[in-house]
């Protein structure tokens, strides 16, 4: 995709991000990468870990849904052979495992300085749960008080692309998974992702249409500042 400017993509020419610098007393940071089914968001996740580790930075993955109590529950009804939840008390799962995932699992790391990596959190809530019907003010207030990541990554890639990486890939169908709905949702996250830009948190947007190694090169671009 195009950047505008309006939606700056990280550079399209950029060389192999410089790596963070060595040292024990460094805050721990919380990093989430959004997008689309299909958007790359998970291998990527695997890469940056991976690149953590080899410039001596203690790193973590995890993902939403979470594997805690609640995360389980919320795939079981993910499935396209689930009987379907109502949206609202979908959506207020979603904000009850993200509390508990917080509580859990990510802010004790971050206590310990280690650097969280997170495939999808609060803007993903915003973008899924309102295509499915619950008011945005009910989404917004479910997650209002939850600690916000020091940087967001925004994966942009066309709906039609990441159906045929779903297809290649051969994963479950899920309740999400029609083109018809990946359109509506593709066009809330970036509405979203937009409006929270505005308001100043730290979103960087990602052509995700590139090769693997440029996308994971402009990930390390965007995060290499918060790690030095």
Same mark, same amino acid.
């Given at each position: 995709m195009t950047a505008t400017t309006h939606r700056p993509h990280a550079a399209e020419n950029e060389q192999s991000a410089s790596q963070p610098t060595p040292g024990s007393e460094r805050p721990g940071r919380f990093i989430v990468l959004e997008g689309i089914d299909g958007a790359g968001t998970t291998s990527q996740t695997e890469r940056l870990l991976a690149w953590l580790g080899s #410039?001596?930075?203690?790193?973590?993955?995890?993902?939403?849904?979470?594997?805690?109590?609640?995360?389980?529950?919320?795939?079981s009804f993910l499935s396209a052979a689930a009987t379907p939840l109502e949206p609202r008390a979908m959506a207020l799962l979603f904000a009850a495992d993200r509390r508990d995932h917080l509580q859990r699992e990510i802010e004790p790391l971050l206590a310990q300085g280690v650097t969280v990596l #997170?495939?999808?959190?609060?803007?993903?809530?915003?973008?899924?749960?309102?295509?499915?019907?619950?008011?945005?003010?009910?989404?917004?207030q479910a997650n209002a008080d939850?600690?916000?990541?020091?940087?967001?990554?925004?994966?942009?890639?066309?709906?039609?692309?990441?159906?045929?990486?779903?297809?290649?890939?051969?994963?479950?169908?899920?309740?999400?998974?029609a083109d018809s709905v990946q359109q509506r949702v593709a066009a809330a996250y970036e509405r979203e992702a937009l409006a929270l830009q505005a308001a100043g948190e730290p979103i960087v947007f990602i052509d995700a249409g590139r090769t693997r190694d440029e996308v994971e090169a402009a990930l390390r671009l965007a995060i290499t500042p918060l790690l030095t």
């Open positions: #410039c001596g930075r203690r790193g973590h993955k995890t993902a939403e849904p979470s594997g805690g109590p609640i995360g389980r529950l919320i795939r #997170c495939d999808r959190y609060v803007l993903s809530s915003l973008a899924y749960q309102t295509v499915a019907g619950v008011p945005h003010q009910v989404v917004a939850l600690r916000r990541p020091d940087l967001t990554l925004f994966f942009s890639l066309p709906v039609s692309v990441a159906a045929q990486r779903r297809a290649v890939r051969g994963s479950a169908v899920e309740i999400y998974d």
